[in-house]
């Protein structure tokens, strides 16, 4: 009888955390999102940390088509975003 109990708890805790797993949305990019405002490659090849540079990170809004959003500002070449979490 003990044992049918653990299973059946096993199983719905299986299903249950299945379930949300389904439902979560990994694609969300609402938040906050920052943009690198200088130049990329020259902060990389000069060793520099980018995580150190708080000045020339500015928050900006992210639509929910990234790719449009990157089309829009390919005048760059390059963008660094991250996410605020």
Not at 9 to 23: G, P, R, T
Not at 42 to 52: I, V, Y
Request: proline share 4%; aromatic share 12%; hydrophobic share 40%.
């Amino acid at each position: 009888m003990f044992q049918k109990i653990i299973i059946t708890l096993s199983l719905l805790l299986y299903y249950n955390c299945l379930y949300k797993i389904q439902e979560e949305n990994f694609q969300d990019l609402s938040g906050i999102w920052e943009v690198y405002v200088s130049l990329v490659s020259e902060d990389l090849q000069t060793n520099k940390n980018l995580k150190q540079k708080l000045d020339r990170w500015e928050p900006i809004p992210i639509p929910s088509n990234l790719k449009d959003f990157i089309k829009w500002n390919s005048s760059n070449e390059e963008i660094l975003l991250r996410k605020q979490f």
